[in-house]
Structure formats: structure tokens, C-alpha cells
Nanobody
Framework: QVQLVESGGGLVQTGGSLRLSCAAS????????MGWFRQAPGKEREFVAA????????YYADSVEGRFTISRDNAKNTVYLQMNSLKPEDTAVYLC????????????????????????WGQGTQVTVSS
């Protein structure tokens, strides 16, 4: 059982920054990957970024690469999403997710972008970017 709690959402202007946090209960082992997804009104839940807990390899959606950075803090069992140069189209509920992965296996970005692969989800935190 894994519980995830997101925080850090809010209202910012275009070009502003936010740092989202996802705190996991207990210890996240190396067999997990952590992902950030977002869902805007009337749209499907879409992949934003992911990180392998063991090794810290990262993956990004094309729409956020260069602006967003995903990272982890092993001691705090927390994953972060630093969002810079925010745009109105970034407005959405951002959700943290966790999935089990095979250590050493060569997963692709497409694998982590598949929301159906994830085993656990947080409640989400709202990010609103005004134009």
C-alpha cells in the first residue's frame, strides 16, 4: 500500500513558477517509478514527467521539456515538479502517481506516459496560470 499526497499548487501569472511536492507514505523502494500527470477540464489525463526512483532517470512530455524539472528526495520520500515559464495551457489538476517497474529494464518514455501502468494515485493539486 502506497499513499501519495500532492501539494504546492496555486494561481500564478504567465511566466511564473511553482514547485509541486508529492509525499509518499512509508519508503519508496527502487522498484518504483514516480510520475506527474495533469488533467484539464474536458480533457484526458496526460503525462507530464516521470522519474525512476533508483538512479533518478527522468522522462518528460514534449510540451514541458525545458521548462519543468522532476526530482526526488530519498530521505523525505518526496518527488518534486519544478515548473518554470508557466503558460495558460499548463492549467490543470496535477496528480502524482507511482508504479512498480523492473530494475535494470530499458523502459521508454512511452511506457511511463501510459496512465494505465500506474498503481497508485494522489488526490491532485490545482495549478492555474492566468494570461
Amino acid at each position: 500500500q502506497v499513499q501519495l499526497v500532492e501539494s504546492g499548487g496555486g494561481l500564478v501569472q504567465t511566466g511564473g513558477s511553482l514547485r509541486l511536492s508529492c509525499a509518499a507514505s512509508g519508503r519508496i523502494f527502487g522498484s518504483y517509478a514516480m510520475g506527474w500527470f495533469r488533467q484539464a477540464p474536458g480533457k484526458e489525463r496526460e503525462f507530464v514527467a516521470a522519474i525512476r526512483w533508483s538512479g533518478g532517470r527522468t522522462y518528460y512530455a514534449d510540451s514541458v521539456e525545458g521548462r519543468f524539472t522532476i526530482s526526488r528526495d530519498n530521505a523525505k520520500n518526496t518527488v518534486y515538479l519544478q515548473m518554470n515559464s508557466l503558460k495558460p495551457e499548463d492549467t490543470a489538476v496535477y496528480l502524482c502517481a507511482a508504479e512498480r517497474v523492473r530494475a535494470g529494464y530499458s523502459y521508454t518514455r512511452d511506457y511511463f506516459a501510459d496512465k494505465y501502468k500506474y498503481d497508485y494515485w494522489g488526490q491532485g493539486t490545482q495549478v492555474t496560470v492566468s494570461s
